[in-house]
């Protein structure tokens, strides 16, 4: 059981509370999904399409367009391969939307 505290607590912490109970999204595994990205895919891709959250063990990237989604989808399991250094946290599979 937790202990009250009058000590304020960072920003951070209270917004990864908040987003694991309303969409149970794991906002320090997308942050390290992003640090290895650029290691992971290559140069173009990672300039161009971004890993926005990890909902389900399903990294979400979002895409410029269908053409980038294809690359994603042929890269698949070499990105997961990639990310598999994330342990028991790493996304399984990837799903694609496109930036408006």
Request: glycine share 4%; hydrophobic share 40%; aromatic share 4%.
């Amino acid at each position: 059981m937790r202990r009250f505290s009058d000590q304020p607590e960072s920003l951070g912490d209270v917004l990864r509370v908040v987003a694991r109970r309303v969409k149970k999204v794991d906002l320090t595994v997308i942050d390290e999904v992003r640090e290895l990205w650029p290691h992971v895919v290559d140069e173009k891709l990672a300039t161009t399409c971004q890993p926005e959250f990890v909902k389900n063990r399903v990294l979400v990237i979002s895409v410029p367009s269908g053409v980038f989604a294809q690359e994603i989808s042929f890269e698949t399991e070499t990105i997961l391969r990639g990310l598999a250094a994330l342990g028991d946290r790493a996304p399984t599979s990837l799903k694609t939307i496109q930036k408006a």
